[in-house]
Nanobody, 112 residues
Framework: QVQLVESGGGLVQPGGSLRLSCVLSGPNLRSYGIGWFRQAPGKEREGVACMTHSDDSTYYADSVKGRFTISRDNAKSTVYLQMNGLKPEDTAVYYC?????WGQGTQVTVSS
């Protein structure tokens, strides 16, 4: 069984930055891609960024392109989401996801 534990969320002012972390544990972690998703109140969960397992290619939602960066540290079994230029509309619970597994989420609030 794969477990994912997110951290790094918090309250930040518009224009600020946060780095989310997702620590993974379990078998075959490098055999699957991984992604970050978010869900704002009253809205459906949406994909934000993902990374393939084959060559670490990255893909981003148009709404975050140029502001967010997904990366991974295999030695630490950790995936990161660096978020810069945060906007109020980025406020959501952010989830890490691989295979059929989800983390518990971490709240990001962008407000002045």
């Amino acid at each position: 069984q794969v477990q994912l534990v997110e951290s790094g969320g918090g309250l930040v002012q518009p224009g600020g930055s946060l780095r989310l972390s997702c620590v993974l544990s379990g078998p075959n972690l490098r055999s699957y891609g991984i992604g970050w998703f978010r869900q704002a109140p009253g809205k459906e969960r949406e994909g934000v960024a993902c990374m393939t397992h084959s060559d670490d290619s990255t893909y981003y939602a148009d709404s975050v392109k140029g502001r967010f960066t997904i990366s991974r540290d295999n030695a630490k079994s950790t995936v990161y989401l660096q978020m810069n230029g945060l906007k109020p509309e980025d406020t959501a619970v952010y989830y890490c996801h691989t295979q059929i597994y989800w983390g518990q989420g971490t709240q990001v609030t962008v407000s002045s």
